[in-house]
């Protein structure tokens, strides 16, 4: 059994190298990402696993050459698969799996991180003391139990990140077209987007994007929250409209937002541009805001998590070449 992995970086490698002697299965790696164009190295291997925030590109042909290649699974090692064409890649016979909840912890504890650093107008004592300016004033900050934080999305993630708010003294109300009973002993249940808008303090998006989320958060959703609260999205870049965003941040409608990722993202994120003229002005406003914190989607990025998705994926594949089943088919 061959195994290809695309996409991989050095911090995977010690995973992956474990993992494949744990399972005496051969699995080599390449940095590229899946397209047509690189798609050509998967002649001759059983299996292949990708990660990309690129769309793969092509047209339901190239699916149906990917079987003709002898593959009959392709395996994301990230929870969303918005860069696979999956009404595509099913026809054409292949069996799409995902990592739905490599760690809820890892986003929910960089969810967490992001609304203290903003309630704590850290951000903006660092640019102060950045210039030896080290007064308080105007940057009195606001206690987690004295605030309502408002859940976007209460499935594994969300579910995870209002635990957290709920053992540090938040209110904590949510809203998801799926209500788990589980968590009403620490969140509230609200009937729409619009009552949840207009009561958090904090709103954090914990979503998967699709046709329903994308631009989930546009100018008017954003006029319907209080001028001192803060948004926070964790989830994919689309499910905020960044110019409505940036618009609402210059006219004071909200307080602040933080970023882990953002529309355009592909473009920049993982990437050093270092000196270089950033190509995209709506990313560039935002680095330049004082209330904005933009970090490179980096939510899932931990040690746990990373040994979670190389882990599973692999499972992943080798449970589909065997015949089996698994429970991560999208």
Known sequence: MKILMYSVRDDEESAIKAWATKNKVQVDTNELEFHPDTAQLVNGYDGVVIQQRSAIGGDATFYQQLVAAGLTQLTSRTAGVDTIDLPAAKAAGLTVTNVPAYSPNSVAEMAVTQTMRLIRNLELFDSRVSQQNFQWAGLQAREIRSLTVGIIGAGRIGGTVAKLFHGLGAKVIAYDVVRHADLEPVLTYVDSKEALLRQA??????????????????????????????????????????????????????????????????????????????????????????????????????????????????????????????????
């Not at 006029?223 to 689309?238: E, W």
């Not at 560039?284 to 990373?306: D, E, S």
């Open 201 to 330: 303090d904090v709103v954090t998006l914990h979503v998967d994007l699709n046709a329903t989320s994308e631009a989930l958060i546009d100018a008017a959703a954003l006029k319907l929250m209080k001028s001192d609260a803060f948004i926070i999205n964790a989830s994919r870049g689309p499910v905020i409209v960044t110019a409505a965003l940036v618009a609402a941040l210059k006219a004071g409608e909200i307080a602040g937002a933080a970023l882990d990722t953002v529309e355009g993202e592909a473009a920049l994120f993982n990437q050093n541009h270092q000196g270089e003229v950033l190509q995209d002005p709506l990313i560039a406003q935002l680095m330049q805001m004082p209330n904005v914190i933009l970090t490179p989607h980096i939510g899932f990025y931990t040690n746990l998590a990373v040994q979670n998705m190389v882990e599973i994926s692999l499972n992943d594949v080798v449970t589909i070449l065997n015949g089996g089943q698994t429970e991560h088919a999208c």
